[in-house]
């Protein structure tokens, strides 16, 4: 995010996610026997939200 708004622990969910998708709108998932393509599109968002938090965490825990 060049814009730095996901470095913002007090961005509102609604942004986040917005910021998030435009940023993995740029990817292109494979299509498998193991997954489809629009399954894997879709759990690149709950990813990136579970690293975001993780680490928003550790910035935090580093900040004392």
Partial sequence: D???ELGRS????AQRDALLQS???NTR???DVRSGREY???MLLTIAR???RQAQ???QAQAG
């Fill in 57 to 59: 965490a550790r910035r």
């Fill in 29 to 31: 998932p494979i299509s």
């Fill in 2 to 4: 060049e814009s730095g």
């Fill in 40 to 42: 894997r599109q879709a």
């Fill in 23 to 25: 940023l993995i709108e």
């Fill in 50 to 52: 579970r690293v975001l």
């Fill in 10 to 13: 007090d961005l509102p969910d």
